[in-house]
């Protein structure tokens, strides 16, 4: 259990993190979402007593992170950044942390096996490949067997199979009543992994909910229909007094209704349809809405266009500033479909 | 016992519940089958002198050490003529090696710190032991022990060398006629308890708080060659910054207490002064300990 009270950092005149308050619960993954310079790395480095607040607090199992006395055997902590000395190899890399926390050396070996680096364990770490030295850092936060973990971007770089691995290991962790609490920035891979979400902005907290809760509340779902007959389609819908916006490709979007119920209004009046899909909204829309006011370094985004009908290209950011920062063509700028309504 | 994954987690697989907003019921929390002990600065000793061992940089720089202290002692040795071992003490022909060999030293305090931020692996070791205290002083000590006693050893060759080559010859020149000395009491070339003292520890002494010195200087700055290149300064400039400044009494300040001056006193043959070197040597201890002092300071309030 990971605990934020009012966890403030403020770097000058500048509020990197902003009075947030949650709590990370035991037996769930849960995500840590937010766009770059959001905070999120310094939430986690306060997390792990790296970074000191400007005030608040965090506690992991309701102790301050100076008071743990062994603290990998309560926290594993694979920060974004390598903290790994490549001249040093693997085995001896985990048997200095282990020896600083009393852990037995054998336990180094078991975690080199659980990460499958039993082969490379005297090997030094300059040689390893980004996926190798990922799976080193793991093996660090695994070393004590905590009962809190916690990932900063730990997909990083990794191939397929890497990623895969990742995902299965995290979620075994949390199946076994382990806090484990992940921070990304691929949005597919956070759906698949995580049960709770966490998002912040700005350093501010944005939302604190399950997953399936903040897609619902912050995407909207609708029914795709394409038509070679579009004007008997709309006398149709407008005669149900059925919303209607016109999608991608001469197709109509329709949401509130089911799509069952679409399709037998228009086997009704037998129409033809070339399409009828329910398009369930995307974890990475639901960020994109959430988080489009808050993006730090923003490109003009289109979020004061949202509700007019315009199913044009508000998405193109005229007039953003070059250099416009990280943050901005990958989240605020390619909101293409209009969403109308 | 150390078994992972848990044998038979009683935990529901597959996903945990979601849809009930912000209260889920809190699941009985995964506890770990190993025990939990109190760590200590044992524990930081130990994992420091893994540390150290476990990286070619130690290797590389004693290394640097031991041949310039040894090599180049052993090279004065077998080149003096005659008249220099009457008008120096014997051991003091170790003073070349060392003055080089200090610079290895240096370069390992520095980096036993700088290289953990350079790597990032400082993160790793402050989530490991957030006592920073802690992990300062077991690196301090680390360090400090196995420089003192690596470069007692390569001076205590050194000396012998010197002893056994230069020892037991007949004073035939001017005689070196400072007091305490073997030359004056036998007429032979000859040492005194004390001498060899300060040749061998005194000198191993030295390296070691100047190295100490390094790294308390490597925390302040957290860079490698910020760092090393402070310490050159340190180990240097007064010296030869005396060499330019026309006031006697100024340059004779900074070249005594210049830190060559201290190799040059503990050999017996100083640049300025009259001293044995324990004096400058407690000077730079006291410099060391103030040092580390505002080193812990600052790593205490730092953020990493």
């Known amino acids: 259990m990971i605990e934020l009270e009012h966890l403030t950092k403020r770097y000058g005149e500048k509020l990197a993190v902003d009075g947030l308050t949650f709590t990370v619960r035991p037996g769930v993954v849960t995500g840590f979402l937010g766009p770059n310079g959001s905070g999120?790395?310094?939430?986690?480095?306060?997390m792990l007593g790296l970074d000191k607040p400007s005030s608040g607090e965090v506690r992991i199992d309701g102790k301050r992170y100076i008071d743990l006395k062994e603290p990998l055997r309560y926290i594993g902590g694979l920060l974004e950044a390598r903290g790994v000395h490549p001249g040093r190899s693997a085995h001896n890399h985990l048997l200095c942390l282990a020896q600083s926390n009393e852990i037995s050396p054998s336990r180094v070996n078991e975690v080199l096996d659980i990460v499958g680096l039993t082969s490379v364990a005297h090997k030094r770490s300059k040689g390893f490949s980004l996926g190798m030295g990922q799976r080193l850092g793991i093996a660090g936060a695994l070393l004590g067997d905590p009962q809190v973990l916690l990932f900063d971007e730990p997909v990083n770089g990794l191939d397929p199979e890497g990623i895969h691995w990742i995902r299965n290991l995290i979620r075994d962790l949390a199946?076994?009543?382990?806090t484990v609490f992940v921070s990304s920035h691929l949005m597919s891979e956070m759906a698949l992994t995580a049960d709770h979400l966490i998002v912040i902005g700005q350093g501010r907290l944005l939302a604190d909910t399950t997953m399936a809760d903040f897609i619902t509340h912050n995407a909207h779902s609708f029914v795709r229909i394409r038509t070679p007959q579009p004007e008997r389609l709309i006398a149709v819908l407008s005669a149900e007094g059925i919303g209607w916006d016109r999608g991608d490709e001469g197709s109509f979007e329709v949401s509130d209704v089911p799509a069952e119920q679409l399709g037998e209004l228009a086997a009704r009046h037998r129409l033809v349809l070339h399409e009828l899909s329910p398009q369930r909204a995307s974890l990475e829309e639901a960020f994109m809405r959430m988080t489009a006011t808050s993006v730090e370094y923003h490109a003009h985004t289109p979020s004061e266009n949202n509700g007019t009908a315009s199913a044009g290209a508000p998405g193109a950011p005229p007039g953003a500033e070059p250099g416009s920062g990280p943050g901005s063509s990958g989240w605020g700028a390619h909101r293409k479909r209009g969403e109308g309504r | 016992m150390n078994s992972y994954p848990a044998p038979a987690a009683p935990f529901p697989a597959g996903p945990a519940p979601v849809g009930q907003g912000g209260a889920l019921p809190p699941p009985a929390a995964y506890t770990s089958p190993i025990p939990i002990t109190t760590t200590g600065l044992g524990h930081a000793l130990a994992s420091e002198w893994t540390k150290i061992r476990t990286v070619r940089s130690t290797l590389w720089t004693l290394g640097v050490m031991f041949l310039f202290v040894i090599g180049l002692g052993m090279l004065m040795t077998f080149t003096v003529g005659e008249d220099e071992y009457d008008s120096s003490p014997i051991l003091s022909f170790g003073l070349p090696g060392?003055?080089?060999g200090?610079?290895?030293v240096v370069t390992l305090g520095v980096l036993v710190i700088t290289s953990e931020y350079s790597t990032g692996m400082i993160r790793t070791t402050l989530t490991a032991c957030p006592r920073r205290g802690r992990v300062l002083a077991a690196k301090a000590i680390v360090f400090f022990v196995v420089t003192l006693v690596l470069s007692t050893a390569a001076c205590s060759l050194v000396a012998l060398i010197n002893y056994a080559q230069l020892g037991g010859r007949d004073i035939?020149?001017?005689?070196?006629?400072?007091t305490g000395h073997g030359d004056v009491v036998t007429g032979q070339t000859s040492v005194t308890s004390g001498e060899v003292v300060r040749a061998t520890f005194g000198?191993?002494?030295?390296?070691?708080?100047?190295?100490?010195?390094?790294?308390?200087?490597?925390?302040?700055?957290?860079?490698?060659a910020g760092a090393i290149t402070t310490m050159l300064g340190v180990v240097l400039l007064p010296l030869l910054a005396g060499l330019f400044i026309p006031d006697d009494d100024v340059r004779e300040t900074l070249q005594e207490y210049s830190a060559p001056n201290i190799i040059g006193e503990l050999y017996d043959i100083p640049i300025v002064g009259e001293d044995n070197g324990w004096g400058l040597l407690g000077l730079l201890a006291l410099v060391t300990t103030v040092t580390l002092a505002a080193a812990a300071t600052v790593l205490h309030s730092r953020d990493v």
């Not at chain 2, 035939?172 to 400072?178: K, P, Q």
């Not at chain 2, 030295?206 to 490698?224: C, D, E, N, Q, S």
């Open chain 1, 40 to 46: 999120k790395s310094t939430t986690m480095r306060m």
């Open chain 2, 172 to 178: 035939t020149g001017y005689a070196y006629t400072d």
């Open chain 1, 175 to 178: 199946d076994q009543g382990r």
């Open chain 2, 98 to 100: 060392v003055l080089l």
């Open chain 2, 102 to 104: 200090q610079l290895g």
């Open chain 2, 203 to 224: 000198i191993g002494l030295y390296m070691a708080l100047l190295g100490l010195l390094a790294l308390a200087v490597g925390v302040l700055l957290r860079h490698t």
